[in-house]
């Protein structure tokens, strides 16, 4: 495993007494794709909000590279957060705005790129995510699946260290998935840069993950490459990969925490 460019260090987070958290932590290898996966509701959603400072633990720390954001003032997270793309589940695209427009719009916004420069940018990202020729489309003549790669070439636009994907398959056919997927892994070669991903999809986290982490009741109950996972003897895990991997179970003993 190359070194960390994310490390969670014992990081707590409960609303009320809701505990999302517990005591979590995990270091996130540069270059590499990792996956956190697990049902509804186990704090994947909590995990990237405190990954890019929306929300603050209740006591533990988070580094990316050698800033700890916990601590940081709004201006050091602002500069932290210039080093990541985030591809959001329906894409977040702005409707008012064309497709060249929403890939644009994080350059205007940070830098002072010349419009022939921005332009060129633009559709080279747009190229690169299999969408050539359509910058001039509004997102209501998109695809959902043709909306994650907007989404996608607008999260590499300013050329991150970081992308963050929250559920990019989500309510998609699964073709479109198997598309998507192939051009996570595609765009992870190519660019040399570090993806986390937040995922309930098993067949898609196997094929696109280095890593994959599984969240349970606030914890992580398994971590390592996608062999290890597939191999891990943990019950609760093995259930919830078994209907996708068709994994013989592991035993009764923590049946009774699924329900």
């Given amino acids: ?35 956190i996966m697990g049902p509804s509701g186990v704090g994947k959603s909590v995990f990237l909000k405190l990954l890019v400072g929306l929300l603050q633990p209740d006591r533990g720390r988070i580094w990316i590279n050698d800033v700890d954001i916990t ?25 008012s705005m064309t497709v060249g427009e929403n890939v644009a719009f994080p350059i205007r916004r940070h830098t002072k790129m010349k419009e022939p420069e921005i332009r060129e940018v633009v559709a080279n990202r747009l190229q690169q995510v299999g969408l050539p020729d359509t910058g001039d489309k ?3 003549e998109l695809s959902g699946g043709m909306r994650r790669r907007v989404g996608l070439a607008r999260a590499i636009v300013l050329d991150p260290e970081i992308v963050l994907f929250d559920e990019p398959t989500t309510g998609l056919d699964p073709v ?12 992870k070669q190519e660019l040399g840069i570090t993806f986390v991903v937040i995922s309930h999809d098993i067949v898609g986290t196997f094929r696109i993950a280095d890593r994959i982490g599984m969240l349970y009741k606030g914890r992580l109950i398994a971590y390592g490459t996608p062999d290890q996972v597939r191999h891990s003897q943990d019950p609760v895990l093995r259930r919830f990969l078994g209907r996708n991997l068709q994994l013989p179970p592991a035993g009764p003993q923590r049946a009774a925490e699924q329900t």
């Fill in 176 to 187: 479109t998935s198997d598309s998507i997927d192939r051009l996570i892994s595609r765009m």
């Fill in 1 to 35: 495993m190359s070194a960390p460019i994310i490390r969670f260090e014992g990081v707590h987070k409960a609303f009320g007494s809701q505990v999302v958290l517990d005591d979590l932590t995990v270091d996130l290898a540069a270059g590499e794709t990792t996956v």
């Fill in 138 to 140: 509004m997102p209501s």
């Fill in 71 to 95: 601590v940081s003032k709004e201006s050091e997270l602002r500069n932290v957060r210039k080093r990541l793309g985030m591809l959001f589940q329906d894409g977040a695209l702005f409707d």
